[in-house]
């Protein structure tokens, strides 16, 4: 049974969380521009982007400074990471396009519709009990047809050969890079607790029920992985 209070945003984790995100996710601060890129050959130059688990603003600082008419609908259901990206949309003068929401993505309006969506390291904090196709298909039903959808998350089949390798490979990648002691022994022990990984096969079953049809996987490190969607017609 994984534990859903492992990973507390409200709490030290989330404290913590904008130091770790750039030391141990490989090519993290280069995902968000290479995502830019690809939601600017996709979408129109006046888009409304709903950024899913805003966390400590990172879409933000990309994507509102790279796209000076785009407007955002930020949510995450931990006021601490709200806040903080309230500053960062503050600082960086861009709080007119932004609009914040304390809440989870199934309590949006369904009828407001977006012409693209990122789920930026959010599912692989939900159990693989239903919450994973709850949290897909909230996001799908407040894209358009014929939207964006993006996917950033952790996963691997933990009973595959390579589940080992890689993950062995990213703690030595933690260590690379200077997170190391205590603060990776936490991390491990968070991991342990609190991730219900799910194979690449799995999330493709994922999102096609949730009605994205897959155009490509575009990011690739170690265990983490990104993949643009389109939501279909229907």
Known sequence: MKDPKAFNFD???????????SLVIPGYDELFIATLALLKERIGPESQLLIVG?????????????????TFDCVDPSQAMIEYSRQVANRLGVSSRVRFHNVYTHELEVSHQFDAATVINVMHFQKDDGSKDHLMKSVSERVRPGGTVILFDLHGEPSEPY??????????????RGY??????????????????VSHERIMEICQNAGLNLIRSYWS??????????RSDH
């Open 221 to 230: 490190g170690l265990l983490y992985n990104a993949w643009i969607f389109e």
């Open 11 to 21: 709490g030290d984790y989330g404290e913590d969380y904008k130091e770790l995100a």
């Open 163 to 176: 589940f080992q390798l890689f993950f062995k490979a990213w703690t030595r990648y933690m260590d690379i």
């Open 54 to 70: 805003c966390g400590t603003g990172r879409e933000i600082e990309v994507f509102a400074l790279g796209a000076d008419r785009w």
């Open 180 to 197: 190391s002691g205590e603060k990776k022994d936490r991390l491990l022990q968070r991991l342990s607790a609190g991730i219900d990984y």
